[in-house]
């Protein structure tokens, strides 16, 4: 059996009763945290809760040739997978799990809170209105890639919220001034006129959740990763309200 565990939005502590199960029960776990960050997870943290050796995979072990490894041991083992936030956010997770049914082999998920589903609480929008989300990564060959722009665009003219989840190492200042490096090849003041988001080591303790508009929220230290942005859509009254308590945003908005 291959069994998919999330661990959770932030440190060793938020994976559930049911993972954690799991992990005792395997024969061997396995981690992989280039799909998401480890955040205030460390591995020598992890196998000291769990009481488990835990070897950590590189892209490729998951990615290529896995007939040969995770999932030739899982034919006759029970292997754990483990990755941050949820499961299966990431395609690369669904991809291995429909290897491993082709290869009769039977596979398990075990859920897990991730940003994606915590990020409408952190700042007090309503989640059935968040559109398609992207990723801003940083510029390839100088090229800034224009999709996270082009997400935000089509959710307002939805009035839809937009999530940018950003590059493992990328600090949402960095981000902001991509995004505002693309707005001003276009011409345009979309961004400039927006209330936006940035939220800090969601899960921890303390999590940073800041609105503001672009020139100022791009100034803002928000600490420690790891980070996203969220750009709203239209907002209800409530969701002012909120975004201005939770998130000091500017009585204006």
Do not use: W
């Not at 932030?10 to 998401?36: C, M, Q, R």
């Not at 955040?39 to 769990?50: A, S």
């Not at 990020?119 to 992207?134: I, P």
Request: charge should be negative; include cysteine; hydrophobic fraction near 40%.
């Amino acid at each position: 059996m291959l069994t998919f565990v999330g661990l959770g939005l932030y440190d060793e502590k938020d994976i559930t009763l049911k993972g954690l199960e799991a992990i005792k029960e395997a024969d061997v776990v396995y981690a992989e945290f280039y799909t998401s960050p480890l955040g205030g997870k460390t591995v020598e943290k992890m196998e000291e809760v769990y009481g488990k050796r835990i070897s950590v995979l590189e892209r490729g072990d998951i990615e290529e040739n896995v007939e040969e490894g995770i999932l030739k041991l899982a034919k006759n083992k029970k292997v754990v997978l483990l990755s941050g936030g949820d499961a299966m956010i990431a395609t690369t997770h669904v991809d291995l799990r429909l290897r491993a049914i082709d290869m009769g082999i039977e596979t398990r998920i075990i859920h897990a809170p991730s940003i994606s589903s915590a990020v409408a609480g952190l700042c007090g929008l309503q989640s059935y209105k968040f559109g398609k989300s992207a990723t801003v990564s940083p510029p390839y060959k100088g090229v800034i890639s224009e999709v996270p722009y082009d997400t935000i665009i089509a959710n307002k003219e939805r009035g839809l919220h937009t999530l940018l989840y950003l590059d493992i190492p990328m600090r949402i200042n960095e981000a902001l001034r991509l995004l505002e490096a693309v707005e001003e090849k276009r011409k345009a003041e979309v961004l400039k006129k927006s209330i936006i988001v940035g939220i800090a080591r969601a899960g921890s303790d303390r999590p940073v959740v800041k609105a503001d508009y672009l020139n100022a929220l791009k100034s803002y230290e928000f600490g420690e990763l790891p980070h996203v942005i969220v750009v709203p859509g239209e907002l209800h009254f409530l969701e002012k309200e909120a975004l201005i308590k939770i998130a000091q945003a500017p009585e204006a908005i």
